[in-house]
């Protein structure tokens, strides 16, 4: 799956404990750990004795865990003697991934009977809990009630989704994509100061159908609007997203609509744009679409049928969607735009930030390495309203995404 959305180097140093209970599915809590060490966080973990029958604390230990926890009464005495506190002391969220029916009672219960749940008793920071069992026993009356007792109190589900488990059942049971449980750590170790805000962001590329199988489009990866979605998802925001064919999955908490077509984004962003406080247009929209060969956008177009003569393709315009929103754009929303270029960087940012009625623009140059479609980074110009320019180095995208929310704060 592709995670280049998810990549945030802002929780460098950042602290978290990862509990695994037992279940087929904790080998997954492995990529859980190596996604959470490649945002430079220090992780911690604790496996349950169960937890140990499906994976052993040496692969924890290897893959960058800097301690641990197997048991509460280890045979050789360690160097922490409160190791049932460190979590509750030193880590900034605690998640448990995969959480059995089992361990879901003990947390609802106040039960501390191993090192797990007498961590997690402890805790009173974040916790985020991804269950994983079978359906029966997920939609037992019991576990039920214990799941809307640890929501109640302030813990953070994420799933299970629904589909086969490893029994041969189906139903609600499996454990969530892990990066749906990566996305919910980082949204728990994120601050809230975009709270209450209802953000609209356009992504990706959009593809104009000429026949049948052929289209017009760019290779926009939408990368950019990603990375603004989560972040302001992981700052509090309301998030909606209007993406254009792209290879992202976006956290469950993000509603996004697909589109296809510029028109079909200007539908979608259009009925969004209303209730938003703020709108992102990153989207590469096709300022063109080609009009249908003779025989139809339905039909593919058989070249035995053209002879010897090569099709010629008619353009025609297609809408603008950012000019569209920046004119009917009310007092307090707050537009902010994108400007891909190639020559002029300034002078055209500044053109299209006035015509386009926004509040800022982001201008990126296409064409040169690090910058621009289908790159990790960018190196940005940012204009706002009231004639600020800052010029940013090289980033990468997730790093241009959060200063941007930055910014706009003092806007
Ligand atoms: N945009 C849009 N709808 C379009 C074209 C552009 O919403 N049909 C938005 C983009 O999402 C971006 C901004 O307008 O935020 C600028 O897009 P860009 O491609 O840089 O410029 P254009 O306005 O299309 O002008 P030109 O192609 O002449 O540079």
Not at 11 to 28: D, P, Q
Not at 107 to 134: E, W
Not at 183 to 193: F, M, Q
Not at 346 to 357: D, P, S, V, W, Y
Request: net charge neutral.
């Amino acid at each position: 799956m592709n995670t280049a959305h998810l990549r945030f180097p802002c929780f460098l140093g950042r602290r978290v404990h990862l509990g695994v209970t037992g279940s087929i599915s904790a080998y997954k809590s492995l990529e859980l750990l190596r996604l959470l060490v490649d945002s430079q966080i220090s992780v911690s973990a604790t496996l349950t004795s169960s937890g140990q029958r499906f994976i052993g604390a040496e692969s924890f230990q290897a893959l960058g865990a800097v301690a641990v926890h197997t048991t509460m009464f280890p045979d050789v005495p360690t160097d922490d003697p409160f190791a049932h506190l460190t979590p509750s002391r030193a880590a900034d969220a605690f998640v448990i991934a995969p959480a059995t029916a089992n361990i879901l009672a003990k947390i609802a219960h106040g039960i501390a009977d191993d090192m797990l749940s007498t961590q997690a008793l402890a805790f009173r920071g974040p916790l985020i809990l991804a269950p994983a069992m079978n359906p029966a026993m997920w939609a037992a009356p019991a576990t039920r009630e214990n799941w809307r007792t640890v929501l109640e109190r302030g813990g953070v589900g994420v799933g299970p989704a629904a589909g086969a488990v490893a029994c041969g059942d189906t139903g609600e049971g499996r454990l969530s994509p892990v990066e749906h449980i990566f996305a919910a750590v980082l949204r728990a170790l994120s601050p809230k100061d975009l709270l209450g805000r209802n953000i609209l962001v356009t992504l990706g590329p959009t593809r104009e159908p000429w026949d049948a199988v052929r289209f017009l489009s760019n290779p926009s990866s939408g990368l950019m609007g990603a990375c603004l979605a989560v972040s302001a998802w992981m700052r509090g925001a309301t998030v909606n997203v209007v993406a254009g064919p792209t290879s992202f999955d976006f956290p469950p908490g993000i509603t996004v609509t697909p589109v296809n077509t510029a028109q079909e984004m200007l539908t979608a962003a259009s009925e969004l744009f209303p209730a938003a406080d703020i709108a992102c247009c990153t989207a590469a929209v096709c300022d063109f679409r080609p009009v249908p060969p003779a025989s139809g956008a339905e039909r593919k177009l058989k070249k035995r049928d053209l002879g010897s003569c090569l099709p010629s393709i008619e353009l025609l315009a297609n809408p603008d969607i950012l000019r569209t929103l920046g004119a009917t754009k009310r007092h307090g929303q707050t537009l902010i735009g994108f400007a891909a270029e190639t020559d002029d960087l300034l002078a055209q940012a500044k053109l299209k930030l006035a015509e386009k009625h926004l509040d800022l623009i982001v201008a990126n140059r296409v064409g040169v390495p690090g910058s621009g479609f289908e790159s990790a980074t960018n190196a940005v110009t940012v204009l706002d309203r009231t004639g600020r320019v800052e010029q940013w180095p090289e980033l990468p995208k997730t790093e241009v995404a959060w200063r941007i929310w930055d910014l706009l704060q003092h806007l």
